[in-house]
């Protein structure tokens, strides 16, 4: 059974730091790995979505990379800004939907 | 530019009350899905729909059906509610497993409360 597990469970870091959550997988079997950001009361926003193909998606101040082989993903965040605190979740499609880990919380500080 | 739209946004209900959650989609998504997310669980699988007229069930379906109305709507119901149902429930939507490799959408969620 696919299980995706984040690490870590809540991060607080200040402003301007660069940061990496840490996403791993038990079954490389995968069609793709998915990047959401949750803000609190809300819904899901895709941010990246890497192929089983791909190794690395850009976006922005955004970095995700994905390692196959070792059933591991990370997200880079760079110079990061208190608009960015929310919690990030990662999810892999395999089988029928997405199977999600528990994700990271994410606190930046002014 | 909707998206994905659920209602209602905010529910109590009673231990044994019955409800529909709805949800309904503008994109022409093929596949719909119902997910229950719970503190410490993370979110998880109720059902999907892989298109219109076929429903399956997920990880977590019992106390649950669902109803696939057309390509558009896709509804959760709960027939005698209970505590354990008391959760945070989202829909999404997208174009299927591994088709298209484009990301699911998902609506801003339907809290309920059961008492």
Redesign the interface.
Known sequence: KQEVTQIPAALSVPEGENLVLNCSFTDSAI??L?W?RQDPG?????LL?I?SSQREQTSGRLNASLDKSSGRSTLYIAASQPGDSATY?C?V???????????TTLSVSS | NAGVTQTPKFQVLKTGQSMTLQCAQDMNHNSMYWYRQDPGMGLRLIYYSASEGTTDKGEVPNGYNVSRLNKREFSLRLESAAPSQTSVYFCASGWGTGINNQPQHFGDGTRLSIL
């Open positions: 069609y793709n998915q959401f809300k819904g899901l926003t895709s979505l192929q979740l999810a499609e395999a089988g029928t939907a997405l199977i999600f880990g528990k994700g």
